[in-house]
């Protein structure tokens, strides 16, 4: 089964326009069940969103890896968990960027997600272009990673490939490119902890017109978008898509 993950951002602007985006993925991921599909809204949205879906299932931007305290402004493992949330994007490179957001951070986020029972979504990528970013990518699975051994914890572990200079370029990762990128991933994780079995998705510039060139590769196991997502059309064609090839 492949996975597409909406992860909205800081997006859209009101309560009334993320109902309908999320009211128009439901209904797509209703029709195409052989697709996991996942709502990743603004966290002000989460419980109106959680209305409005059954068949997708809700996701956060971000966690702040602890159970509450005195953190302004953070949200917390046990406040997703009572919304409803089951999924979880760790480490987006808008997180390092912007927020200085660093590995070992990261790592005590992935750490703390993974043993509350959350399915991780952990990003990893390069920021420039690269004739083999397998190194770059595989040095922060490693940090990001550090401590983490439970195979019952790892099975909820997903990776999503996301190379900086593609997300939000409309400029996508060459799709051989991502899949060997992805394989090597897969190889790494194994290498690590034993695990064979994980999730690689890729995200960077996905649209409805190079989806079928990323998932149709057996070592890419879904999308995350970005831009896409906020379109209700182009996102419906993109879960159609996956279902299809799923």
């Known amino acids: 089964m492949k996975t597409v993950i909406a992860n909205w951002k800081s997006n859209p602007n009101s309560l009334r326009e993320a109902a309908r985006l999320a009211k128009s ?29 059954s068949t ?22 046990a406040q997703l968990k009572n919304t409803g949330v089951k999924y979880v994007i760790i480490g987006h490179s808008e997180r390092r960027r912007y927020f200085g957001e660093t590995d070992e951070f990261i790592n005590k986020k992935v750490t703390a997600a993974l043993a509350y029972g959350f399915k991780v979504v952990l990003c990893v990528g ?57 394989l090597r991933i897969k190889e790494h994780i194994n290498k690590l902890m034993g695990v064979g079995k994980i999730k690689v998705l ?20 879904g999308v995350l978008v970005g831009g896409a997502s906020l ?8 879960i159609k898509a996956a279902n299809e090839l799923g």
């Open 231 to 238: 379109n209700p059309s182009m996102f419906g064609r993109i």
């Open 56 to 77: 997708a299932k809700l996701g956060a931007q971000d966690v702040f890896g602890n159970e509450g305290g005195a953190y302004t402004g953070a949200i917390n493992l």
């Open 202 to 221: 890729y995200g960077g510039s996905v649209t409805d017109k190079n989806i079928r060139s990323f998932i149709s590769r057996n070592k890419i196991d």
């Open 126 to 182: 390069n920021k420039e272009k690269m004739s083999d970013p397998s190194n770059f990518v595989n040095k922060q699975l490693t940090a990001d990673l550090k401590g983490v051994s439970s195979k019952d914890k790892i099975r909820n572990l997903i990776v999503a490939y996301e190379p900086i200079w593609a997300i939000g370029t409309g400029n996508a990762d060459n799709p051989q490119s991502a899949a060997e990128v992805s």
């Open 25 to 53: 993925i439901e209904k797509h991921a209703s029709l195409n069940r052989k697709a996991e599909v996942v709502i990743a809204p603004p966290f002000i949205y989460l419980s109106d969103v959680k209305k409005e879906v």
